[in-house]
């Protein structure tokens, strides 16, 4: 049924709305008011038809792959977009596809692109325009006759550089703009004309997600470029095509936070394209951590790590992570997240009694921040505990006590109150200082030994 839309729309109405437009075109171009008006309605009518054809697509692939915002506006690091697709792909025309295929193994780097080159000779190099291999080569092909990048003369080349002139020194002094962030203040009139260009306000930069979540050019090269050679942090990106393998993956992982998670992951994830997916916890805990580390190097500890959502932030901190998780379907995807989210920290998949057992554990930090209770159910966990602790030489223990009305009912082999079980650290640890940070998420409270 879908399908039979998306060619009504294609083929039919619109095709008919712009066979009568151009049928007119030689009789409106003489009155320029009318001219103007019939335009506007045609990319009017462009626009919807684009729209149209995204939400049949999206209600096409919703349920095999579940909600999902297709041209959502996601934050990305510049720096992340290492590579460009090998094949011209029309950001519109491909806009909101799943496709199979090796299509994202394209090894073409966006730094060899002659553009990013001619921007960053202008802007780092110092050079004019004029000396830049770029420019050389379109003045050398159109003095030959020939039509290069939409280039038909010199001065379309000299307006084009003008505007990149321009725009460079526009985000140098204000950063960078999405495009509703820069048409939400204007009036209606302004936007619709900017219609003209089909979907301009839609017009970010566009970005390709491949099966193993890297981030692949499309479209937007002068924007991507300067936004690299200013180190601007963050850029907001339109995702219009996706692998089918990342598509599943994602599915799989939706899957896995509603059988194993409780409905929710515990902690937002930092790739883009999965920030989407429902989380339990902000960043509260870890703002309270960092703000009272006490060092900016060294190695941590996370005991009981889930997803690596601490290690992983911790590791953009500068500390050398050290992630301790069993559970098998949290080490499936902890190791498939590490890998997407090019993080360096190492997995130790065993119980943390078993790491290292009978040697001494030598970190800078540790954190425990939901197994406070957990090894003090089981009457032969105990002593593992205690030996553990023994063990565990660290400078700084951050600990999660929970809420004790939430345990009660638990049946629990020793069942502590906070102060017993600060007591207990500091009865069995090399800490004997501690200090409580604040609460935190799930009615937890957070506290600091040193």
Known sequence: MTNFISKFIKVQFFKEIHNKLNKTKNFVDKIPFISGYLELVYHFLSTLKFVIVVKTLELNIRSKYGKLNFNKIC?????????R?????????????????????SKNRFSDLMTYQAIRDRFQEGKKWGETEFYQLI??????????????????????????????????????KSKSELY????????????????????????????????????????????????IPQIPSVFVVRHKKWMEFRKNLIIFSKKCQGGKLDY?????????????????????IKENLSISHG????IGANLGYFCSKFEDEGLDCYAVEENRACLYFLKKLKK???????????????????QELRFDVALALNLSHHFLEREDEYPNLIN?????????LFLGIHNQSKIQNKKIYRNYNPNQFINFIIENSCLNKVQLIGKIENDRVLYKFT
């Open 75 to 83: 934050w990305v690091n510049p720096k992340k977009i290492e590579y």
């Open 85 to 105: 697709l090998g094949k011209e792909y029309n950001k519109w025309g491909y806009s909101s596809r799943i496709l199979d295929g090796n299509w994202d193994q």
């Open 139 to 176: 003045i050398n092909r159109l003095s030959q006759g020939i039509k290069n990048w939409g280039f038909y003369n010199k001065e379309d080349l000299d307006r084009s550089i003008r505007r990149t002139e321009s725009l460079y020194y526009q985000m140098k002094k204000v950063g960078y």
């Open 184 to 231: 939400s203040s204007k009036k209606l009139i302004t936007i619709l004309e900017n219609l003209k260009s089909k979907r301009k306000i839609l017009d970010d930069i566009a970005l390709a997600i491949g099966r193993a979540g890297q981030l692949i050019f499309i479209n937007g090269k002068h924007r991507l470029s300067i936004a690299k050679l200013l180190n």
């Open 268 to 288: 937002q994830l930092l790739h883009p394209d999965l920030q989407d997916i429902p989380f339990k916890y902000g960043d509260l805990c870890f703002n309270l």
């Open 299 to 302: 190695t941590l500890l996370d």
């Open 340 to 358: 997407i989210e090019n993080k360096e920290f190492k997995i130790i998949a065993e119980p943390v009694f078993e790491y290292k057992k009978n």
């Open 388 to 396: 553990f602790l023994k063990r565990l030489k660290v400078k700084e």
